[in-house]
């Protein structure tokens, strides 16, 4: 087999290789896609991006974020404009009551948060977070001392669970980019 | 992973181009035997260093892809394991449950303590869109014909989701009314006892069986609408003070063999859409006679509109409540001689505040204060002079105390309570609740 | 001040009626607005109907139970004496009141219920059952005056239903005469439970609890009245309220009182004045004579039909409704009008008691908390009100 054979073969594998082997979240009102888009509206790419933690920086990033309620699968992307990056983008889960809530959030390079936008909410307990002037509250802010739960974040009545563990699930992300992502330049 | 593949697509070009350049050479140009070896070797070694680059590109791709793959569960082992079985399964717990301790101050002898409540929650989700909820409740520890004790199902449904915005209830479920009726458990209230309006006026924890659509708007508007069974008012007990205590309370049907040849309905509108804020109302209407002899058209009717707001520390609620039977005169008359009759309008109303006097990690200790006022019989149909009785009394209760929640779903509470318009003791009161 | 006692002794008498009425019932009876057709009363209670109206069965040969309890006359005596005459001559006065026999299958066993009497057949709860109480008459001397049990077997036996007698109980039963008056009352108490006159539901006020017919303004004025704690309060010790199930108001609460009921002169066992009736604790029981609080305590009767059957009181001392409502509002407010007034003038009050048991008369509950010079608790057109409602307790009210 030449090698041009084996260049194409390598072309094709590697494109099939690169599509998501596992449905990971059937984002039911937004898509992975429109998600980005909402969160940085100017990118035109969004680099899948690997995380591997150590025990360690585990510790280290739950302890700067507070208590936090069960996560689900975590993915991030990295925004990119023209060769410049703007930021990360987030994509968690958390437990609202009973089912996991699927959302996305944006970090901007100078740290600031975008607001949060819901994929998935699998139950009608708690479907109010999927107010826009709830997710906002978190656009602009950034630093841990500005997501304080009922204080900075207002609580939704009736949807206290909700929105305590979506606004925990925040500060984890948060906690992370501070510990891992800060520096553009870190990847694996 | 692009800057590969331009890689890789350019040594190909690369490749192509010299096979065909090698290949396509002028005729006309008469190469020499080391004109032609040399060039022999210049290809040999671009070809070389073309397979090893391609090597190395591609092995740098298959370890991105192989990393990329497997998404990242980075906390998902700390908490545990269950969460990934559950995952799997569709089947997932919850529960909550209290228990009380109530000391009269002027009665001891009566100082009572008990499992109020114990609720154990199973969910199952059949597919994204589709899944079950249910509940038991134990009340008071012991259900036995001579313990007084009792086991229910408070909630059984299924709940589908339909599109963007719209959920759809079929089953035994929570009616949307009120600030305590949906979010009833100890985590989620203050006080070691439910409010008396959201006990007696409207009778928590109310369920009903039937239908419920409920939708959220962008802005912040939820709606409920559903059609569900109603109140039995041929339960009502003329002999016995029950229906003093609670008029819904005593001819509500839990849905145990209900009577349902007469439905109600239910409508919900809650407006969460400033942070901090909530506000809302509802209204639940429905024959209660349920075609039984001796009674006729007797329509129940209970709206009440509610709201709350989180400034900073501080949390603030209030609600007001009101209900009326209609066409209780026919029916009162045959109980005439009994002490309890059926009023014609009840009603209740509390306001609220709290404050997050201390708060780390989680944990907070939160005073409150809390005035009712609420009449279980604010007014009776007229029967005749001497026969209609008397409207009965504004009971006040004033409740202090506070809250200590810690470990994300458990809270220690002790409050004071005084009682005005009816009597009976101040109550000292200490409470244990989780929820989870 | 409300008696609790008599409040826990109601409800508690309430729920054993309802247990008595499943026991007891049998057809036309418990259901408020008339009686139910049920099934025709059994062989036993139609001999002991025959019983019942069986004249010969006395010393007289002319008194039979339906003569003091006449089923025109809502199963209680239509003389207006006092106290009936009986005996072989019709001549030996009685001791008391015939009471209606309309509803006594409804009366509890008697006992003591938080230490209070209830219940018990005869006006002073002497009789155990509806059999024990169709005893005594047959034997008592002032009543059908018979000697002993062979007396009356003797006759039962020449009795038109005699072969009907023999079939039920036996070709030999008259060997036995004990067996035989015994076997006797029994079909008598079977025929109390089933026939349908005995508990018939059929008056004004059961109609208009079934929502079938309305009260005037007087009756219900009346009704008020009856009900109200501070004014008659007369529910106090006869409920007019349905059960909890629907049962219909027996008007009655099987309890026993002490009222003070005026010495009745009619009486000739009176004309001696050391002689005292005094209820539960006797002359005519002796099993309670040490609980000196029960002297001159009788049963609270039921007032259904009490329009019909005057005279009224254990001792018949008062022939119409009216002036048994103005004894009851005015025997403390106006003691001279119904007391026997001495010499200088004093009113010998509660003269039908000897003096150490008149602590035990009720003077606490409404209306009778009342003193010399204080406004009755009903004033006269109130009376006429409340009679008028009582006459809604009859049986056999026309819709």
Same mark, same amino acid.
């Given at each position: 087999?030449?090698?041009?054979?084996?260049?194409?073969?390598?072309?094709?594998?590697?494109?099939?290789?690169?599509?998501?082997?596992?449905?990971?979240?059937?984002?039911?009102?937004? @898509?992975?896609?429109?998600?980005?888009?909402?969160?940085?509206?100017?990118?035109?790419?969004?680099?899948?991006?690997?995380?591997?933690? @150590?025990?360690?920086?585990?510790?280290?990033?739950?302890?700067?974020?507070?208590?936090?309620?069960?996560?689900?699968?975590?993915?991030?992307?990295?925004?990119?404009?023209?060769?410049?990056?703007?930021?990360?983008?987030?994509?968690?889960?958390?437990?609202?009551?009973?089912?996991?809530? @699927?959302?996305?959030?944006?970090?901007?390079?100078?740290?600031?948060? @975008?607001?949060?936008e819901v994929l998935a909410y699998r139950e009608s307990h708690g479907a109010e977070i999927r107010n826009a002037a709830w997710r906002r509250q978190f656009a602009d802010r950034r630093d841990l001392s500005e997501l304080e739960f009922r204080i900075d974040i207002k609580n939704i009545s009736g949807a206290t669970l909700s929105s305590e563990h979506v606004?925990?699930?925040?500060?984890?992300?948060?906690?992370?980019?501070?510990?891992?992502?800060?520096?553009?330049?870190?990847?694996? | 992973?692009?800057?590969?593949?331009?890689?890789?697509?350019?040594?190909?070009?690369?490749?192509?181009?010299?096979?065909?350049?090698?290949?396509?050479?002028?005729?006309?140009?008469?190469?020499?035997?080391?004109?032609?070896?040399?060039?022999?070797?210049?290809?040999?070694?671009?070809?070389?260093?073309?397979?090893?680059?391609?090597?190395?590109?591609?092995?740098?791709?298959?370890?991105?892809?192989?990393?990329?793959?497997?998404?990242?569960? !980075?906390?998902?082992?700390?908490?545990?394991?269950?969460?990934?079985?559950?995952?799997?399964?569709?089947?997932?717990?919850?529960?909550?449950?209290?228990?009380?301790?109530?000391?009269?101050?002027?009665?001891?002898?009566?100082?009572?303590?008990?499992?109020?409540?114990?609720? !154990?929650?199973?969910?199952?989700?059949?597919?994204?869109?589709?899944?079950?909820?249910?509940?038991?409740?134990?009340?008071?520890?012991?259900?036995?014909?001579?313990?007084?004790?009792?086991?229910?199902?408070?909630?059984?449904?299924?709940? #589908?989701?339909?599109?963007?915005?719209?959920?759809?209830?079929?089953?035994?479920?929570?009616?949307?009314?009120?600030?305590?009726?949906?979010?009833?458990?100890?985590?989620?209230?203050?006080?070691?006892?439910?409010?008396?309006?959201?006990?007696?006026?409207?009778?928590?924890?109310?369920?009903?069986?039937?239908?419920?659509?409920?939708?959220?708007?962008?802005?912040?508007?939820?709606?409920?609408?559903?059609?569900?069974?109603?109140?039995?008012?041929?339960?009502?007990?003329?002999?016995?003070?029950?229906?003093?205590?609670?008029?819904?309370?005593?001819?509500?049907?839990?849905?145990?063999?209900?009577?349902?040849?007469?439905?109600?309905?239910?409508?919900?509108?809650?407006?969460?859409?400033?942070?901090? !804020?909530?506000?809302?109302?509802?209204?639940?209407?429905?024959?209660?006679?349920?075609?039984?002899?001796?009674?006729?058209?007797?329509? !129940?009717?209970?709206?009440?509109?509610?709201?709350?707001?989180?400034?900073?520390?501080?949390?603030?609620?209030?609600?007001?409540?009101?209900?009326?039977?209609?066409?209780?005169?026919?029916?009162?008359?045959?109980?005439?001689?009994?002490?309890?009759?059926?009023?014609?309008?009840?009603?209740?109303?509390?306001?609220?505040?709290?404050?997050?006097?201390?708060?780390?990690?989680?944990?907070?200790?939160?005073?409150?204060?809390?005035?009712? #006022?609420?009449?279980?019989?604010?007014?009776?149909?007229?029967?005749?002079?001497?026969?209609?009785?008397?409207?009965?009394?504004?009971?006040?209760?004033?409740?202090?105390?506070?809250?200590?929640?810690?470990?994300?779903?458990?809270?220690?509470?002790?409050?004071?309570?005084?009682?005005?318009?009816?009597?009976?003791?101040?109550?000292?009161?200490?409470?244990?609740?989780?929820?989870? | 001040?409300?008696?609790?006692?008599?409040?826990?002794?109601?409800?508690?008498?309430?729920?054993?009626?309802?247990?008595?009425? $499943?026991?007891?019932?049998?057809?036309?009876?418990?259901?408020?607005?008339?009686?139910?057709?049920?099934?025709?009363?059994?062989?036993?209670?139609?001999?002991?109907?025959?019983?019942?109206?069986?004249?010969?069965?006395?010393?007289?040969?002319?008194?039979?139970?339906?003569?003091?309890?006449?089923?025109?006359?809502?199963?209680?005596? *239509?003389?207006?004496?006092?106290?009936?005459?009986?005996?072989?001559?019709?001549?030996?006065?009685?001791?008391?009141?015939?009471?209606?026999?309309?509803?006594?299958?409804?009366?509890?066993?008697?006992?003591?219920?938080?230490?209070?009497?209830?219940?018990?057949?005869?006006?002073?709860?002497?009789?155990?059952?509806?059999?024990?109480?169709?005893?005594?008459?047959?034997?008592? $001397?002032?009543?059908?005056?018979?000697?002993?049990? *062979?007396?009356?077997?003797?006759?039962?036996?020449?009795?038109?239903?005699?072969?009907?007698?023999? *079939?039920?109980?036996?070709?030999?039963?008259?060997?036995?005469?004990?067996?035989?008056?015994?076997? *006797?009352?029994?079909?008598?108490?079977?025929?109390?439970?089933?026939?349908?006159?005995?508990?018939?539901?059929?008056?004004?006020?059961?109609?208009?609890?079934?929502?079938?017919?309305?009260?005037?303004?007087?009756?219900?004025?009346?009704?008020?009245?009856?009900?109200?704690?501070?004014?008659?309060?007369?529910?106090?010790?006869?409920?007019?309220?349905?059960?909890?199930?629907?049962?219909?108001?027996?008007?009655?609460?099987?309890?026993?009182?002490?009222?003070?009921?005026?010495?009745?002169?009619?009486?000739?066992?009176?004309?001696?004045?050391?002689?005292?009736?005094?209820?539960?604790?006797?002359?005519?029981?002796?099993?309670?004579?040490? $609980?000196?609080?029960?002297?001159?305590?009788?049963?609270?009767?039921?007032?259904?039909?009490?329009?019909?059957?005057?005279?009224?009181?254990?001792?018949?001392?008062?022939?119409?409704?009216?002036?048994?409502?103005?004894?009851?509002?005015?025997?403390?407010?106006?003691?001279?009008?119904?007391?026997?007034?001495?010499?200088?003038?004093?009113?010998?009050?509660?003269?039908?008691?000897?003096?150490?048991?008149?602590?035990?008369?009720?003077?606490?509950?409404?209306?009778?908390?009342?003193?010399?010079?204080?406004?009755?608790?009903?004033?006269?057109?109130?009376?006429?009100?409340?009679?008028?409602?009582?006459?809604?307790?009859?049986?056999?009210?026309?819709?």
């Amino acid at each position: 087999m030449a090698e041009a054979d084996r260049g194409v073969f390598g072309l094709v594998g590697a494109a099939m290789l690169m599509m998501p082997t596992s449905v990971v979240v059937a984002a039911e009102y937004l @898509t992975i896609d429109a998600a980005q888009r909402a969160i940085f509206p100017s990118a035109d790419s969004f680099e899948p991006f690997v995380l591997a933690l @150590t025990g360690e920086q585990k510790s280290a990033i739950v302890g700067l974020a507070g208590p936090q309620p069960p996560h689900g699968s975590l993915r991030v992307w990295k925004a990119v404009h023209a060769g410049v990056p703007l930021g990360y983008v987030l994509l968690d889960e958390v437990i609202g009551r009973s089912d996991l809530i @699927t959302y996305a959030i944006g970090i901007g390079s100078d740290g600031a948060l @975008t607001p949060v936008e819901v994929l998935a909410y699998r139950e009608s307990h708690g479907a109010e977070i999927r107010n826009a002037a709830w997710r906002r509250q978190f656009a602009d802010r950034r630093d841990l001392s500005e997501l304080e739960f009922r204080i900075d974040i207002k609580n939704i009545s009736g949807a206290t669970l909700s929105s305590e563990h979506v606004t925990q699930g925040v500060r984890w992300l948060l906690a992370l980019w501070e510990t891992v992502l800060r520096e553009p330049s870190h990847r694996s | 992973m692009q800057r590969s593949t331009i890689r890789i697509s350019s040594l190909l070009h690369a490749a192509v181009a010299i096979a065909v350049g090698a290949f396509a050479a002028p005729p006309a140009a008469a190469a020499t035997q080391q004109e032609l070896e040399a060039q022999l070797a210049a290809l040999a070694s671009e070809v070389s260093t073309l397979r090893s680059e391609l090597a190395r590109v591609s092995q740098e791709q298959q370890a991105t892809n192989a990393r990329a793959a497997v998404p990242v569960q !980075v906390l998902g082992q700390t908490t545990d394991s269950a969460t990934v079985a559950e995952a799997e399964s569709g089947l997932d717990f919850f529960g909550y449950g209290q228990i009380d301790y109530s000391r009269p101050k002027d009665e001891p002898s009566d100082t009572t303590e008990t499992v109020s409540r114990f609720v !154990v929650g199973m969910t199952n989700e059949f597919d994204e869109k589709t899944r079950m909820v249910s509940e038991l409740e134990v009340e008071n520890t012991v259900s036995s014909a001579d313990d007084p004790g009792e086991v229910e199902v408070e909630q059984l449904y299924i709940e #589908r989701t339909f599109d963007d915005r719209l959920f759809g209830k079929v089953g035994l479920f929570l009616i949307p009314s009120g600030l305590l009726n949906e979010n009833h458990e100890p985590t989620r209230f203050y006080g070691v006892f439910r409010n008396r309006v959201e006990t007696a006026i409207i009778p928590t924890t109310w369920r009903e069986g039937g239908m419920l659509m409920q939708g959220t708007t962008e802005f912040g508007l939820r709606w409920d609408a559903g059609l569900t069974t109603g109140f039995d008012l041929s339960k009502w007990d003329p002999t016995s003070p029950e229906g003093k205590e609670s008029p819904l309370g005593s001819i509500h049907q839990e849905l145990a063999l209900a009577k349902a040849s007469d439905m109600s309905g239910i409508f919900a509108l809650n407006y969460t859409g400033i942070p901090g !804020v909530r506000l809302g109302a509802s209204i639940f209407s429905g024959d209660a006679a349920q075609g039984q002899p001796g009674f006729d058209d007797n329509v !129940v009717t209970l709206w009440e509109a509610h709201g709350t707001w989180t400034p900073g520390k501080f949390e603030f609620a209030a609600l007001y409540a009101n209900g009326h039977i209609s066409n209780t005169s026919k029916v009162n008359l045959t109980f005439i001689g009994n002490p309890t009759l059926i009023p014609e309008s009840f009603y209740g109303w509390y306001g609220q505040a709290a404050y997050d006097l201390f708060d780390w990690d989680g944990n907070s200790v939160r005073p409150f204060v809390r005035f009712e #006022r609420l009449n279980t019989a604010s007014n009776y149909s007229d029967l005749s002079p001497g026969l209609t009785p008397e409207n009965g009394p504004d009971q006040d209760i004033i409740t202090g105390g506070f809250s200590f929640l810690f470990a994300q779903g458990v809270v220690l509470k002790a409050d004071y309570q005084h009682f005005h318009g009816i009597g009976g003791s101040d109550l000292i009161n200490f409470g244990m609740g989780y929820q989870f | 001040m409300p008696d609790f006692t008599r409040a826990r002794s109601r409800v508690i008498t309430l729920l054993s009626v309802v247990l008595l009425c $499943a026991c007891g019932g049998g057809s036309g009876g418990g259901t408020v607005g008339g009686p139910v057709p049920g099934p025709a009363m059994s062989t036993l209670a139609q001999l002991g109907e025959q019983i019942f109206n069986d004249a010969s069965l006395s010393a007289s040969g002319t008194m039979s139970c339906a003569t003091c309890h006449d089923p025109d006359h809502a199963l209680s005596s *239509a003389a207006n004496e006092p106290v009936p005459a009986g005996g072989a001559g019709l001549d030996v006065p009685g001791f008391r009141n015939a009471p209606s026999l309309r509803y006594v299958a409804k009366t509890p066993t008697f006992g003591f219920e938080d230490g209070a009497p209830l219940g018990g057949f005869d006006r002073d709860g002497r009789a155990v059952s509806l059999m024990e109480q169709a005893r005594r008459p047959f034997l008592a $001397a002032h009543e059908m005056a018979n000697t002993a049990a *062979a007396d009356v077997s003797d006759k039962l036996s020449q009795a038109t239903y005699a072969t009907d007698f023999k *079939a039920m109980f036996g070709n030999d039963v008259f060997d036995q005469p004990e067996i035989a008056f015994d076997r *006797a009352l029994t079909a008598i108490a079977r025929y109390e439970a089933e026939d349908p006159d005995f508990a018939p539901f059929t008056s004004k006020y059961d109609y208009f609890l079934a929502g079938r017919t309305q009260l005037t303004a007087a009756e219900r004025r009346g009704l008020a009245l009856f009900n109200d704690p501070l004014k008659g309060n007369c529910a106090a010790c006869h409920p007019s309220g349905r059960g909890s199930n629907g049962e219909p108001p027996l008007f009655t609460d099987f309890s026993y009182d002490n009222l003070g009921v005026p010495r009745n002169a009619a009486i000739p066992a009176n004309d001696d004045p050391t002689y005292f009736d005094l209820g539960l604790c006797g002359p005519f029981r002796d099993d309670l004579a040490t $609980a000196r609080e029960l002297c001159g305590a009788f049963k609270v009767p039921s007032l259904r039909n009490i329009a019909v059957t005057a005279p009224y009181f254990h001792n018949g001392r008062f022939a119409t409704l009216a002036q048994a409502l103005a004894f009851y509002v005015r025997r403390d407010t106006n003691p001279e009008e119904w007391y026997s007034v001495d010499a200088g003038g004093a009113v010998h009050k509660f003269d039908d008691l000897p003096p150490q048991y008149i602590v035990n008369v009720n003077t606490t509950e409404v209306p009778y908390n009342r003193n010399v010079g204080d406004q009755p608790a009903l004033t006269p057109a109130e009376i006429d009100d409340v009679v008028t409602f009582l006459q809604t307790l009859t049986d056999g009210f026309q819709l």
